[in-house]
């Protein structure tokens, strides 16, 4: 079990978050849906650098970078969202840095007002909402994929 912990983001995670935005594995069901040429994965790490959203996701003992969690305000919707290295895939961290995360939002936002979008195709991030107990609550598409809407339970 590796643990894990929330932070911010270090300009020292800039070549891990550039190897992950460049990932096609990883990217798959974010953003663009494709991983990211060199420039544009340069300047979204200089935007989340400089305008925080979601939470870094840190080894606890090394802080070495793993992923980010947390939420993002998309187009006026709270947008709860998760997504690490896919070296460290299947190790339970999503659901740990989601528990985690929930836990430092549950006082800042209500979390019945953010929504959680997981493509159907998107069988680990599934696994995750389930792990956690989260429930979902309708079908719909969202950039042109269909998949269910969770609401977030503590």
Known sequence: MIPVKLRNLHYQDKESV???LRDPQVMKFLGP??????DEASS???????TPS???IAEANTDEFIGFCGIKQIDGVFDFGYFIRSEFWGKGIAAKACKLAVEKLSDEIDLETAQVFIADENVASKRVAEKLGWQATNSGSKDGEHGRYYRITM
């Open 54 to 56: 979601r939470f870094a």
């Open 33 to 38: 849906r494709r991983a990211l040429t060199e």
């Open 44 to 50: 979204w790490f200089e935007t989340a650098l400089a």
């Open 18 to 20: 550039l190897a992950m």
